[in-house]
T-cell receptor, first 113, second 111 residues
């Protein structure tokens, strides 16, 4: 089954404790992206990747890092989480970027205390 | 910076009534996509519009892309309880692969 998976689905952590949210897709998609969703603000793009080793900033990249060492995986790293990063995070992938359907993962609800 | 606003933010309708959400971008979009997010779920792709003035239909849903490619609308005829959710428009910033999403319209359908 074609899908995007994210782990963990829920995470409660404390300020400053490094964490990684994993994202994996099995559709051989080139484009992958991370979004955060906050009430009233819709989805805002954090980082995206056009292909292996090619990443770029979205609209809200501060406090986040990503890597794309393999085509299928695109982890999101928070080196020193802060309470303002409490949010619902979605990973998405598409075949080739701006003209293709984005397939979203189930989401990760992160709470930073 | 480029912004995409959607109105209304919330809409409650009686089952059987029609519903429309409007998406307005501050700049021209090369294409526009619509997504639906059920409560507690993730966004799911509905449709993509590419051409100026394009109109597409999916059963009770009608999507329109403005002539200037700066606005779009989604109209649902005779809403059903299964239409409940938040509807987002989205599109790539011109000349980039960065995506911008609209603020969303949350639809509630009262049976």
């Amino acid at each position: 089954e074609a899908q995007v998976t994210q782990n963990p689905r829920y995470l409660i952590t404390v300020t400053g404790k490094k964490l990684t949210v994993t994202c994996s897709q099995n559709m051989n998609h080139e484009y992958m992206s991370w979004y955060r969703q906050d009430p009233g603000l819709g989805l805002r793009q954090i980082y995206y990747s056009m292909n292996v080793e090619v990443t770029d900033k979205g609209d809200v990249p501060e406090g986040y890092k990503v890597s794309r060492k393999e085509k299928r995986n695109f982890p999101l790293i928070l080196e020193s989480p802060s309470p303002n990063q409490t949010s619902l995070y979605f990973c998405a992938s598409s075949s080739s970027g701006s003209t293709d359907t984005q397939y979203f993962g189930p989401g990760t609800r992160l709470t930073v205390l | 910076g480029q912004q995409v606003m959607q109105i209304p933010q919330y809409q409650h309708v009686q089952e059987g009534e029609d519903f429309t959400t409007y998406c307005n971008s501050s700049t021209t979009l090369s294409n526009i996509q619509w997504y639906k997010q059920r409560p507690g779920g993730h966004p799911v792709f509905l449709i993509q519009l590419v051409k100026s003035g394009e109109v597409k239909k999916q059963k009770r849903l009608t999507f329109q892309f403005g002539e200037a490619k700066k606005n779009s609308s989604l109209h649902i005829t005779a809403t059903q309880t299964t239409d409940v959710g938040t509807y987002f428009c989205a599109g790539p910033r011109i000349g980039t692969y960065k995506y911008i999403f609209g603020t969303g319209t949350r639809l509630k359908v009262l049976a």
